[in-house]
């Protein structure tokens, strides 16, 4: 399908975004006879849109060096909208942009929108974030791979968002990759969304705290029982997806880190360690939004496919 530009629909909402690089999965034909590359369709929760990629940033993608820099390119186009649909609509943007922070490894953040698309009610706000992209889950200029992964996980996203906190876990992943910071920063952002992810999983699941502690389904303040540990507790939150990875290493410098400061490995061993961790947040994220098909490890040239 192609899109022709010249026909307004004065019940637009059109939301700006920043920082989402990616490449479209349809054209728009042009006034002067060219087609570009540059809209994905969405339909998200019984709303349609258009995501609308620059023109000129498509055509010349790959050309300038933007990690580290705020860039807008990118619109979100609601059509059929009421004033009334406004918050809303606005607020699924903003979940939309939560999701393509995880796509890109940047924070893609809405700070403006006109409605109508004419703009007789247009607000702005002022907002921080850069691009950070290095290696995405999937290539970033591939429209329809991200088309198809925003389609798969969107609703998942939004069952988990609230209870698991992802909108958070996104930004810790945002934070780790960060251009200039030190590696046990980078390191020490992984492991606070660990933590973050084993203690949402044992609240949502029901482990109760006692004293400071989770403890075993079924323990009373009477009879707390043991407490159980960050491993345990993380065991039980992979296996709940399919997942068994040996956490003993990842856990033991976690721990160095924590009571330290610093990591006594060489800078090569500190990298292979946070890719590894990368890989195992990556993996667990697209198995709870109920990911299938293939993606990028973070770990350079590797590729997986979830059924």
Known sequence: MTLTLGKKNMSDLVTYVGNCLIGGDDFTEYPDGSRTRDVIRLNLNGRHLVLRQNRDFIRNRGTQDVKGSFVSVTTFHFGEADEADIPELLDLSNKLCELLSFVTESRVIAYGHDFPAEGAIRQRQSVIGTVETFRPPFTVFDGSAIKNFIEQCFLPFLQHRDARGLHVVFDCLYHAGKTGSAIEVQLASLFILLENLKHSYALQNG?????????????????????????????????????????????????????????????????????????????????????????????????????
């Open 207 to 307: 482990y109760p705290m006692i004293n400071g502690f989770f403890r075993n389904i079924g323990a009373t303040n009477a009879a707390p029982g043991g407490k159980l540990t960050f491993e345990t507790l993380l065991n039980s939150m992979f296996a709940a997806v399919g997942m068994n990875p040996n956490m003993i290493q990842i856990i033991r410098l976690r721990n160095e880190l924590i009571h330290s400061g610093l990591i006594a490995i060489d800078a090569q061993a500190k990298f292979a360690l946070f890719e590894e961790i990368q890989d195992i947040i990556r993996e667990y994220i697209l198995r709870l939004l109920q990911f299938s098909g293939n993606y990028h490890c973070y770990s350079l040239g590797n590729s997986k496919t979830l059924p």
